[in-house]
């Protein structure tokens, strides 16, 4: 006799910080993934930066008890925080307070105050913004000839998560371009012309390609069936593609059970190693 399904548990947890709370909020749903049916209620206070924004913090805390999770890096206002959750018995964490003690100790040097650190208007948030407007410049083989001032070209068929993992990669710092692979139109001769610029091949699977495109066209309001979505030719365009990948000996990676930030994790992978051989990361 099987065991009844257990029903998932909620609750909540208070996000507290003095900058955009991204950090935190990426360290939280890490953090509570590692957890089955646990699912959590975020709450997020971004930007708190003074006793009258705590205050009024604490009292929406108060309102929902659960867990409290803050980066905040103002001595007072850390101190106030805790001895409110303290008051309503509830745990409050320090999200980064282990690792940067760690790498305190281990570097022997002071820790900074500075609030929102990380964002700082210095030359790598120039070089992030520089490869976002490259990206959304040369999205879906728009871009002319400028591709050699790319970091690296992606190629593939019709929805295989070019563009959102262009933008993803952007925000590291990395320019990407992306050119479709469409039947009708054969290979850009540009592309094949492309030299010193990595290009890596992006595949899925033929079945869960069909699934993503019809529903792409069920947000459209499409329903007329097409060789965009007809199986056999779906088939024949991802086979198609695998061979362009592997005579022109391009890095490619299977995209099907990936999400886009392992796909950006990959192509910085194979970029770091300055990969020139196909190596299929499934």
């Not at 120039?126 to 690296?152: P, T």
């Not at 899925?204 to 947000?219: E, F, H």
Request: overall charge negative; glycine content about 6%.
């Amino acid at each position: 006799m099987t065991s009844p399904q257990r029903l998932a548990t909620y609750f909540h947890v208070h996000l507290v910080s003095d900058s955009t709370g991204e950090t935190l909020n990426a360290m939280a749903r890490a953090a509570c993934a590692r957890f089955n049916n646990v699912l959590e209620i975020e709450h997020i206070y971004a930007l708190v930066r003074s006793p009258a924004q705590l205050e009024r913090a604490l009292v929406e805390i108060a309102n929902a008890p659960g867990v409290v999770l803050h980066t905040i890096v103002d001595e007072t206002l850390r101190s106030a925080l805790e001895e409110g959750c303290q008051k309503l018995e509830m745990p409050c964490f320090g999200a980064l307070d282990p690792l940067v003690s760690a790498l305190s100790w281990y570097l022997g040097a002071p820790l900074s105050t500075q609030v929102g650190a990380q964002y700082a208007l210095d030359s790598d948030y120039f070089n992030r913004m520089d490869a976002l407007s490259y990206a959304l410049g040369h999205d879906d083989g728009q871009g002319g000839q400028d591709l050699k001032l790319a970091d690296v070209v992606l190629v593939g068929v019709s929805r295989t998560s070019k563009t959102p993992t262009c933008i993803y990669l952007a925000h590291r710092g990395v320019k990407a371009a992306n050119i479709p692979l469409v039947p009708s139109s054969g290979v850009p001769a540009r592309l094949l012309d492309l030299k010193g610029v990595p290009v890596v091949g992006l595949t899925l699977s033929p079945d869960r390609l069909v699934q993503i495109r019809r529903n792409r066209l069920r947000s459209l309001s499409e329903s007329r069936e097409s060789a965009y979505v007809d199986n056999e030719a779906v088939r024949a365009e991802v086979v198609a593609a695998r061979r362009l990948f592997e005579r022109q000996g391009w890095p490619v990676i299977d995209v099907t059970r990936r999400s886009v930030e392992e796909t950006a994790a990959a192509v910085i992978n194979i970029l770091s190693r300055g990969a020139a051989q196909v190596e299929v990361l499934g």
